[in-house]
Nanobody, 125 residues
Framework: QVQLVESGGGLVQAGGSLRLSCAAS?????MGWFRQAPGKEREFVAA????????FYADSAKGRFTISRDNAKNTVYLQMNSLKPEDTAVYYC?????????????????????WGQGTQVTVSS
């Protein structure tokens, strides 16, 4: 069983930046970020496969968010720039065991076996 611990959430003004981190207790294959705003369903944000070249973003994240990972530290990061009030949500880290995931499949929640507890991101206008 892999444990995921997120950090880096907080309150920021619109246009600001935050960097989320997610540390896994063991080695994982794909790692991703999802978010859930009040009254809405959980949605995909960004994900990265074992290979750093295998990255997929939601349209809402393209050009503003950057996902990266440090395999030596079993950690994934989400750099979020130009934040908007609509980015306000609880952000969840997820990790999967399938080394073959890529492209659109990285955006599928049921491809991930492990989930973190979430970290709150609030963007004020």
């Amino acid at each position: 069983q892999v444990q995921l611990v997120e950090s880096g959430g907080g309150l920021v003004q619109a246009g600001g930046s935050l960097r989320l981190s997610c540390a896994a207790s063991g080695r994982t294959a794909s790692m991703g970020w999802f978010r859930q705003a009040p009254g809405k369903e959980r949605e995909f944000v960004a994900a990265i496969g074992w290979s750093a070249g295998n990255i997929f973003y939601a349209d809402s994240a393209k050009g503003r968010f950057t996902i990266s990972r440090d395999n030596a530290k079993n950690t994934v990061y989400l750099q979020m720039n130009s934040l908007k009030p609509e980015d306000t949500a609880v952000y969840y880290c997820a990790a999967g065991r399938n080394y073959g995931l890529g492209g659109q499949s990285l955006a599928t929640p049921d491809k991930y076996a492990y989930w973190g507890q979430g970290t709150q991101v609030t963007v004020s206008s």
